[in-house]
């Protein structure tokens, strides 16, 4: 049994800055690419920013110059720095992470979310 939990969510102001954060537990062995995803209202869900075991980062347009991902391996645990952040980027924000249990066996693992609110 795999867990992904998500926090640090909340309201901020346009210019504000808020960091996610996302850790995983259970039955793992190794956690391959960690990523953010957000979905507002109405939109379809979008990828914001992914991490590989490695360290190499890619990152949706939008974000890009604004937001930084980072990974704690020790602690299996994801966070997204989210600085000059806009009314545009109010969503639900959903960490995914793609995890190889004890077992060998290889899956994708979604949290249930937390929501970032920009506005005045």
């Known amino acids: 049994q795999v867990q992904v939990v998500e926090s640090g969510g909340g309201l901020v102001q346009p210019g504000g800055s808020l960091r996610l954060s996302c850790a995983a537990s259970?039955?793992?062995?190794?956690?391959?690419?960690m990523a953010w995803y957000r979905q507002a209202p109405g939109k379809q869900r979008e990828l914001v920013a992914s991490?590989?075991?490695?360290?190499?980062?890619d990152y949706a347009d939008s974000v890009k110059g604004r937001f930084t991902i980072s990974r704690d391996n020790a602690k299996n645990t994801v966070y997204l720095q989210m600085n000059s952040l806009k009314p545009e980027d109010t969503a639900v924000y959903f960490c995914?992470?793609?995890?190889?249990?004890?077992?060998?066996?290889?899956?994708?693992?979604w949290g249930q979310g937390t929501q970032v609110t920009v506005s005045s």
């Open positions: 995914n992470a793609e995890i190889m249990n004890i077992s060998g066996l290889r899956r994708l693992f």
């Open positions: 991490i590989t075991i490695g360290g190499p980062t």
């Open positions: 259970g039955n793992i062995f190794t956690i391959y690419t």
